[in-house]
């Protein structure tokens, strides 16, 4: 069935440095994939969308790039924030209208 | 502004309670959603809700029901609750679509001891 697999379940960066939050996925087909961001005690909410005509999604100076032949999304930043903190769940639409997360990986920036 | 509102924010419950979390928008959505989230699992759908009376199980149904009767409201039921049920669950609603942005409620945290 259709699934969401991101690898590491904590990342650990200075600010200032590069990010990089892996997502990978298995679907019967061509799905939306989404990131979504969740920081302490709030609501997940939506980050980035992909689109259907191959452009990159980008927000707050996140972005991520489709790849349909390695089937992954990956969430990349240039700089990373301390506000950047938070919990980060990449996800993609299954069949019948529902949304089908991943595990979940915990961005931790450091001054 | 657009909200998704659940009840209670906190919930103690001993084994064997039944129990309910409520959930309403205010933003007339057709689909609703019941999650939970457990440290390394993610947030693992429980049932989905197209519309008044239109439900479908999702991922991990079995201990819970829901009931939807006003599509304003989506409603969580654990007929008595077992520890392993100790989670925090998340409500959200779509307009309709499987491309549409979810909108999240602040979420219930329930122990049940």
């Known amino acids: 069935g259709d699934s969401v697999t991101q690898t590491e379940g904590l990342v650990t960066l200075t600010e200032g440095l590069p990010v990089m939050l892996n997502c990978t996925y298995q679907s019967t087909y061509s799905p939306f994939l989404f990131w979504y961001v969740q920081h302490l005690n709030e609501a997940p909410k939506l980050l980035l969308k992909s689109f259907t005509d191959n452009k990159r999604p980008e927000h707050q100076g996140f972005h991520a790039t489709l790849h349909k032949s390695s089937s992954s999304f990956h969430l990349q930043k240039s700089s990373a924030q301390l506000s950047d903190s938070a919990l980060y769940y990449c996800a993609l639409t299954g069949n019948q209208g529902k949304l089908i997360f991943g595990q979940g990986t915990k961005l931790s920036i450091k001054p | 502004d657009m909200k998704v509102t659940q009840m209670p924010r906190y919930l103690i419950k001993r084994m064997g309670e039944n129990v309910l979390l409520e959930c309403g928008q205010d933003?007339?959505?057709?689909?609703m959603y019941w999650y939970r989230q457990d440290p390394g699992l993610g947030l693992q759908l429980i049932y989905i809700s197209y519309d008044v009376d239109s439900n479908s199980e999702g991922d991990i149904p079995k201990g819970y029901r829901v009931s939807r009767k006003k599509r304003e409201h989506f409603s969580l039921i654990l007929d008595s609750a077992k520890t392993n049920q100790t989670s925090v669950y998340f409500c959200?609603?779509?307009?309709?679509?499987?491309?549409?942005?979810?909108?999240f409620g602040s979420g219930t945290r329930l122990t049940v001891l």
């Open positions: 959200a609603s779509t307009p309709g679509g499987s491309a549409e942005t979810l909108y």
């Open positions: 933003m007339s959505h057709e689909t």
